[in-house]
């Protein structure tokens, strides 16, 4: 009988590299990057992601190195030795994806998905024990999906679709948010496909309430565009003792913050009846941290806290028990950049789907003269001016003064100056 593997001769190259990797020291990591040209600088998590990516390269020459630099460190330490047999003759053998059904992801923000194509699949190390793991993704397109991606004529709408490869923490009792696997790196057809806002050497959170945030991964520059043609994902992470981990690969189209917006408006506006019970029930406690209280009012701005504009959409989350508002054009605007999600009044977790605009603050934003409204026991308001006493006394004290400096014209300059000492 003959012996199958799951590599070709390759993948059995790289699989070897990769555990002479694993074992290297700090002294053969600047070793094989001074042969190879490359930077020798930092720490040996930075020498091992260097040499990583020389080696992802797919260079003959950085594989011929890191096999002589193994092999002699092998042959220095007594009875070590780093074996992994070729078997150029085996075929490659595609393995059986595990799809984990109970795993949901929560939906992606600025994204709407069409379909998925593969997954969710379980994150599985297919490097016989090699450390970084590794596993291969592998997968079709359909020609509806290939017309979607590359469509020959006008697009209805501003932005194509998009295959994207997204992480989640292997978990079934809830919706999960999407969540990289430590020091992740992942190429698509060979071709490295960054992390959007991920760096690969920081240290991992040690709980899941400091969250670093995590975006779908864009595949779609990397894909054969040609019929039925088979892609390749490749993923590299470092096993986690205290999480696993799934991966799944879906078309979906990007949206503008414009689309979130109307997406937003889609939903409705909150009653102005609920505002109006909230600021009684706030009166009746005196108990609000974000606004000003007294026994009879509540003084509220109508001044986003972000773009410092009069707010023009105002919202906020269903979960936030405050007044304040802001405006959620220019929320959605900051988390396009950079999604973090958290309320800009009470720092609490402030996601799109919990976001609601306020009827009530849309029409007073819309009719009031001034920036600053304050609300009454029985649930109106009335704006605030602002009062003009301390720029009467400057005023008068300024004319003061000015007369004073008039009548002494007469005084000699040493005097003048003695006399405003």
């Known amino acids: 009988m003959t012996d199958t593997t799951l590599y070709s001769a390759d993948d059995v190259s790289i699989a070897e590299c990769q555990k002479y990797l694993s074992g290297f020291r700090v002294q053969e990591l600047k070793e094989l990057l001074k042969s190879l040209g490359g930077g020798q600088s930092g720490k040996k998590g930075d020498l091992y992601m260097r040499s990583m990516d020389m080696l992802q390269s797919g260079n003959p020459k950085v594989r011929k190195k890191i096999r002589e630099i193994g092999r002699k460190a092998a042959e220095s330490k007594r009875g070590v ?30 994204y ?56 989640c923490k292997k978990d079934s ?11 992740c790196y992942l190429k698509a057809n060979d071709v ?38 088979l892609n390749h994902v490749g993923i590299n992470w470092y096993q986690s003792s205290y999480s696993q981990f799934c991966v799944v690969v879906e078309l979906a189209r990007p ?3 414009q689309d979130m917006l109307q997406k937003l408006i889609s939903k409705g506006l ?24 007294t026994t009879s009012n509540l003084r509220v701005s109508l001044l986003c806290p972000l773009g410092r504009m009069r707010m023009e959409h105002p919202c906020r989350s ?14 959605l605007q900051m988390n396009e950049k950079k999604a973090r999600w958290v309320c800009p009044v009470c720092d609490k977790s402030a996601l799109f789907e919990t976001l609601v605009i306020d009827n009530l603050f849309l029409d007073i934003c819309d009719v009031s003269p001034t920036d600053d409204v304050e609300f009454l026991e029985d649930g109106t308001w009335h704006p605030v001016h602002k009062r003009g006493i301390c720029w009467c006394v400057f005023v008068h004290i300024k004319i003061t003064i000015v007369s004073l400096f008039c009548s002494q014209k007469v005084v000699d300059t040493r005097k003048k100056l003695h006399c405003f000492k």
């Open 81 to 110: 030795q780093f074996i992994v047999k070729k078997k150029a003759d085996a075929p490659p053998v595609v393995l059986p994806a595990t799809t984990l059904p109970g795993v949901v992801f929560k939906a992606a923000p600025f």
């Open 112 to 167: 709407e998905r069409n379909n998925t194509i593969l997954g969710p699949i379980d994150l599985v190390n297919r490097s016989h024990g090699a450390f970084p793991c590794f596993t291969k993704l592998q997968f079709t397109l359909t020609l509806q999906e290939l017309q979607l991606l590359y469509p020959a004529g006008p697009s209805g709408s501003s932005l194509h679709p998009q295959v994207l490869v997204r992480f």
């Open 173 to 183: 009792t809830c919706p999960q948010d999407d969540y990289y696997p430590p020091q």
């Open 192 to 229: 490295p496909c960054p992390l959007p806002g991920y760096h690969p050497l920081k240290p991992e959170p040690k709980s899941d309430s400091v969250k670093t945030s995590c975006s779908p991964v864009n595949i779609t520059h990397c894909l054969k565009s040609s019929g039925m043609a």
């Open 255 to 257: 949206l503008t913050v």
């Open 270 to 293: 909150q009653n102005s009846s609920v505002t109006q019970s909230l600021v009684k029930q706030k009166l009746a406690s005196s108990k609000d941290g974000d606004v000003s209280t």
């Open 318 to 331: 269903e979960q936030c028990s405050h007044l304040q508002c802001f405006d959620a054009k220019v929320y």
